[in-house]
């Protein structure tokens, strides 16, 4: 009987468990939204919760030599990521202070195809998730970028490229002694008469 034993063993021993819990929390932390199995979400919600909610009490001390950088420690020793570390007292710690609890979201998805292993997405709240995201970045990198050229002016473009001279002010080519305008001349020395 399982009677109060606390935690799923995942089929991994004590050190594996940990360093799997500690790589899906810096990636939770750091992409805001993962893909994982069931039994895994629902390990790492308490250990990323709690993870959280030591960086909140680092940061409402606002004593940067006391509390605050014990916590930072304490949650450094967690997670090997300095930037993920950052991130957590910078931007999430702040997101979640008027939160007092709750700060992640499974959300079952189905099954997946290879092992039939029931999958879940694993999400800060408040970063939800848009399907469309990058649909609509695409769309407005397409209204933000510069009208394209005609077929026309691009083959223009191109053959003054392959002339490889430039257009004068009143945009005919200025030829001058067989040189285009503001080219410089290349000096070469007269050759020795006689001989070859």
Do not use: C, W
């Amino acid at each position: 009987m399982r009677h109060n034993v606390a935690h799923r063993k995942l089929g991994r021993v004590t050190e594996h468990r940990l360093a799997l819990l500690r790589n899906q929390a810096i990636a939770l932390l750091r992409h805001e939204r993962i893909e994982t199995t069931l039994p895994k979400a629902k390990e790492l919600r308490p250990f990323v919760e709690r993870l959280i909610t030591i960086a909140k009490r680092g940061v409402a001390s606002g004593d940067p030599n006391g509390k605050a950088l014990h916590a930072r420690r304490l949650v450094a020793a967690e997670l090997a990521d300095k930037a993920v570390v950052g991130k957590l007292f910078e931007t999430l710690a702040p997101r979640f202070a008027d939160r007092p609890g709750g700060y992640t979201r499974i959300l079952r998805v189905g099954f997946r195809r290879g092992d039939s292993a029931e999958v879940a997405h694993v999400e800060l709240v408040g970063s939800e998730y848009n399907p469309r995201a990058a649909e609509e970045k695409a769309a407005q990198k397409e209204a933000a970028r510069p009208k394209t050229k005609g077929v026309g002016d691009r083959i223009k473009a191109a053959a003054q490229r392959m002339r490889g001279g430039r257009k004068d002010e009143g945009g005919s080519k200025a030829q001058a002694g067989g040189q285009t305008h503001g080219a410089t001349r290349k000096t070469t020395t007269p050759r020795k008469a006689g001989g070859s």
